[in-house]
Antibody, heavy 119, light 110 residues
Framework: EVQLVQSGAEMKKPGESLKISCQGSGSSFTTHWIGWVRQMPGKGLEWMGIIYPGDSDTRYSPSFQGQVTISVDKSIFTAYLQWTSLQASDTAMYFC????????????WGRGTLVTVSS | QSALTQPRSVSGSPGQSVTISCTGTSSDVGAYNWVSWYQQYPGNAPKLIIFDVTKRPSGVPDRFSGSKSGNTASLTISRLQAEDEADYHCCSYAGRYTLVFGGGTKLTVL
């Protein structure tokens, strides 16, 4: 059974930096793209970007390019989503999820990390 | 890359059928037979219920079915049950390994 374990909820102030994580189970982590999805309060899902742990190839949505950084440490089966300067508008639930073998849908999801940015 | 368009809400009575539409463009829904649907209960992560337009993962009841015509995909839930009350999100492949989601639809079982 594939599991994606995300780091815990975060409460930050505007301007602060943050890095949240998503740890996968097993060696299949390095052979599947891992993505990040944002869900703002009461809203739909937004595809942010993906990374291939095998070689760190990364793709971003134009909406999030330059706003966040997706990275990976394949030695510990962990993907990351990072901000250098948070804004109140970054308040949201962030899910990591695994791409299917065919790379056209997410087959496994983490439980989400709630990020709250408030002064 | 604009979000796919879904109705904000739909409703139906137990035993009835409901259909949720998902409209995209010729660059996403219309271009690929790679539409997926996710069910999400409040406070939970999304769960895959349909992939590749019509396929169901193991364990998903056959009351859930998907279809597509042109730039619009649809999710139909037959024999509606109280437990189907949730949010439903459509998603389409949009080229170069990217995906685009819809805005989500809240299903209310009356």
């Amino acid at each position: 059974e594939v599991q994606l374990v995300q780091s815990g909820a975060e409460m930050k102030k505007p301007g602060e930096s943050l890095k949240i994580s998503c740890q996968g189970s097993g060696s299949s982590f390095t052979t599947h793209w891992i993505g990040w999805v944002r869900q703002m309060p009461g809203k739909g899902l937004e595809w942010m970007g993906i990374i291939y742990p095998g070689d760190s190839d990364t793709r971003y949505s134009p909406s999030f390019q330059g706003q966040v950084t997706i990275s990976v440490d394949k030695s510990i089966f962990t993907a990351y989503l990072q901000w250098t300067s948070l804004q109140a508008s970054d308040t949201a639930m962030y899910f990591c999820a695994r791409y299917s073998d065919s790379r056209d849908y997410f087959d496994y999801w983490g439980r989400g990390t709630l990020v709250t940015v408030s002064s | 890359q604009s979000a796919l368009t879904q109705p904000r809400s739909v409703s139906g009575s137990p035993g009835q059928s409901v259909t949720i539409s998902c409209t995209g463009t010729s660059s996403d829904v219309g271009a690929y037979n790679w539409v997926s649907w996710y069910q999400q209960y409040p406070g939970n992560a999304p769960k895959l219920i349909i992939f590749d337009v019509t396929k169901r993962p193991s364990g998903v009841p056959d009351r859930f079915s998907g279809s597509k015509s042109g730039n619009t995909a649809s999710l139909t839930i037959s024999r509606l049950q109280a437990e189907d009350e949730a949010d439903y999100h459509c998603c389409s492949y949009a080229g170069r390994y990217t995906l685009v989601f819809g805005g989500g639809t809240k299903l209310t079982v009356l």
